[in-house]
């Protein structure tokens, strides 16, 4: 075909020109058209952005998720507890490299990738994802794949099984939260076909673990003694560290998802400290109101809650959008996390549900009221796109469906085969002696 052009092209510029169209330009377009895509080529300042944010995004589970529940609960479980992060952190590197990463990020149908990167055989040190290497956006990815199980442990903390925790984690990550990961983020995603916006995981980590968190705190009922025994967290200090740890490991987060070291990395950075401190403001200061006193606990909760809303926003609003977003999380978590969990009588231990599954809605949804063309390429409600907030309601609603489903078989296999509960008097003395052979004393 090539050669059939240029041996057709003088010609062509002979009939061109007669009639007086541009041939040289003409030639040009020809040439560029006719020119192979350019091949990605390495950009160092962005990998060493990515390696940077990788690490950020590793530490907001271990230590900091870890310290952050740990604190939470009785003194009697707190190894337990941070076990568990410690403990999934390590079993879902291992399944991101068998399969979750195929499953998440190859070719494949709109719901599932295949297995073309299975094992992860075709890897090489030369490997491309864009401009960084595939290997930093490997470990990366599973650092997400990683913190998402992580969080549903704080919506069972201090009844469930460690070993019947590993078995559901193992079997969540690959069957919940990789066909989800490809929905948003893979090549040909149902849901990012279908326009729904999720900047860094409102939908993949937020909505999909707190739903995940309440149908497992459904499924296996209350604490022994819960609510009417105290129940308060044993050391709030280790609880600050790790909600600070995780404000900081957020910038990797949310701003490592432009998978580049540019300006909009930079505004997902700005828009996250706003959210973040008007969310814990909005929090304190909603408690303050209605129980006479603000409490640690509440201003690191609402900070969480706000760190969570803005992440599926992130690259895509500015600053006055991020500081709406964060006011409304920080009310709307607290009064998920103390009103409606009363209300309905469900015992999420650390709140998984009314911070990451609240906040993720929150957020998820004011996407679609705040996001600008300018920054995200699509405009949202307050640029004339109404239906971009349906887009998103959409989206919450494939999540909720599936993750709330799924979780639930899940869980009631696991509870068949082997049992999800930990026996009464272990319940009862504490799961780090029962479970661990340890004890903080």
Not at 70 to 96: D, E, H, P
């Amino acid at each position: 075909m090539n050669r059939l052009f240029l041996l057709a092209a003088p010609m062509l510029a002979v009939a061109l020109g007669v009639a007086g169209l541009p041939v040289a330009a003409l030639a040009q377009d020809a040439a560029a058209a006719a020119a192979p895509a350019p091949t990605p080529t390495l950009s160092a300042g962005d990998t060493a952005w990515m390696l940077t944010a990788t690490a950020l995004v590793l530490f907001m589970t271990i230590p900091g998720l870890a310290l952050f529940y740990g604190g939470m609960v009785r003194k009697m479980n707190v190894l337990a507890t941070v076990m568990q992060s410690f403990a999934i952190c390590c079993l879902v590197s291992i399944l991101w490299v068998v399969l979750g990463y195929s499953l998440a990020f190859s070719e494949g149908s709109p719901y599932i990738g295949g297995l073309s990167k299975a094992l992860l055989s075709d890897l090489t040190k030369d490997s491309l994802s864009g401009v960084i290497p595939e290997s930093v956006f490997i470990v990366f990815q599973m650092t997400f794949a990683i913190i998402t199980p992580a969080l549903i442990t704080g919506a069972f903390a201090d009844r469930m099984k460690f070993s019947s925790m590993l078995v559901f984690t193992a079997l969540w990550s690959i069957i919940i939260y990789a066909p989800i990961t490809h929905w948003v983020w893979g090549p040909g995603g149902y849901l990012a076909g279908d326009g729904v916006l999720d900047y860094a995981g409102g939908t993949v980590v937020h909505i999909n673990a707190g739903v995940a968190g309440l149908v497992a705190a459904l499924v296996l009922g209350k604490r022994k003694g819960y609510p009417n025994e105290n129940f308060a967290p044993h050391n709030l200090v280790l609880s600050l560290v790790g909600a600070a740890m995780l404000w900081v490991g957020w910038f990797g987060f949310n701003a490592g998802s432009a998978v580049a070291a540019d300006g909009r990395a930079g505004m997902a950075m700005l828009v996250t400290q706003i959210a973040a401190a008007a969310a814990a403001m909005a929090w304190m200061f909603a408690e303050w109101v209605l129980k006479g006193k603000p409490s640690v606990l509440g201003i690191i909760s609402g900070a969480v809650g706000g760190l969570v809303a803005i992440t599926p926003a992130s690259g895509f609003v500015g600053p006055m959008g991020a500081l709406v977003i964060g006011v409304v999380a920080g009310v709307v978590c607290y009064w998920g996390a103390t009103g409606l969990k009363h209300a309905l009588g469900y015992d999420d231990s650390l709140d998984a549900f009314g911070v990451h599954g609240i906040g993720g809605i929150v957020g998820a949804i004011l996407t679609g009221v705040f996001a600008q063309q300018g920054i995200g390429g699509t405009a949202g409600l307050l640029e004339g796109n109404a239906g971009q907030v349906v887009t998103q309601l959409y989206g919450i609603v494939a999540t909720i469906v599936y993750s709330g489903i799924g979780s639930f078989i899940l869980l009631k296999v696991v509870d068949v085969v082997m049992g999800l509960r930990v026996e009464e008097d272990v319940e009862r003395d504490g799961l780090d002696l029962a479970l661990h052979g340890e004890s903080i004393h």
